[in-house]
DNA sequence: ATGGTATTGCAAATGATTTGCAAAGACATT
DNA sequence: AATGTCTTTGCAAATCATTTGCAATACCAT
């Protein structure tokens, strides 16, 4: 089942209208798949329907983080990133140059709750992030 | 050699006034560890400089940034944090509950970077964040 | 097709952070 | 200690991302 068709399928389950704003954000967030400012998206969405209001981008944006379909970013001061929560977790690096955000599917998180040290703190992880800043090898290519 | 004599000797070296404003900053951000919002370190610094102006704070704590005396996190989607850099490399647990934020001092990246697969990405990694969110053991016996 | 309720667009509010500018302060030099 | 220069401050206003109140509109079960 495709990203769109299952975000959608949720969002009835849920009770919530499936209007036009809300399919084409959808739309938007499953054909690409990095994560997008509010910003972005408003941008990727007015190709499909010109007319959309900020509001809308971010009441929805946030709805969809809320149930689950896509996943709020914190990677810079300006702005959080939204994109599509995967099922497969993952983690980002991010290009200081250009500030092209990628995912890995490498996570370390495994090996470090294991160690002693960590059991000592007494804290329940419930989510992680892990972040990697650094220079993309387009942009290194570039000096 | 304290923080605080150590961030004032920074500041001298590249030239920069050593103002009662930012003498205060400093102190507050030496004396207690903890990451804190600028509006935190207002409140902090209000106590022994009373009048000081919030783009006064804002202003040098960029400042400390930039000369690596203070690091900026992003943790929340809210406001950044500032805390003391710390020569010792560390990352984070965050309360979900109370929003306590601790330092601790286990690094997944060494064994990361390391990885094949990692290496395959031609991505040449300068900083990372690691931040594990949970409840923390005050929270979880309260409940 | 209709009606009730969720959702939208709009415009204004909010909250963190930044900026321009004139006045005040730091500090090297006398 | 006084002087001059250049940095820094306080203030008020601007900015930018995000949120909110409200009336108009669009969904969708009937």
Redesign the pocket.
């Known amino acids: 089942m495709s990203n769109r068709i299952n975000a959608e399928k949720i969002l009835?389950n849920r009770g919530?209208?499936?209007?036009?704003?809300?399919k084409v954000i959808i739309e938007a967030l499953s054909n690409r798949g990095g994560p997008y400012?509010?910003?972005e998206v408003f941008s990727l969405v007015s190709n499909k329907y010109s007319?959309?209001?900020?509001?809308?981008i971010?009441?929805?944006l946030?709805l969809l983080v809320k149930l689950g379909i896509v996943e709020k970013l914190n990677i810079n001061?300006?702005?959080?990133h939204f994109k599509l929560a995967g099922k497969n977790h993952h983690h980002h690096i991010i290009c200081n140059k250009c500030g092209e955000i990628k995912e890995i599917d490498i996570c370390p998180f495994k090996e470090i709750v294991n160690i002693n040290k960590f059991k000592e703190l007494d804290f329940q992880p419930i989510e992680h992030r892990f972040e990697i800043f650094g220079i993309c090898s387009k942009c290194r290519s570039k000096e």
Chains 1, 2 share one sequence.
């Open positions: 009835k919530y209208k499936l209007t036009k704003q809300r400012t509010a910003n007319g959309i209001n900020f509001s809308t971010y009441r929805n946030e001061d300006e702005c959080c």
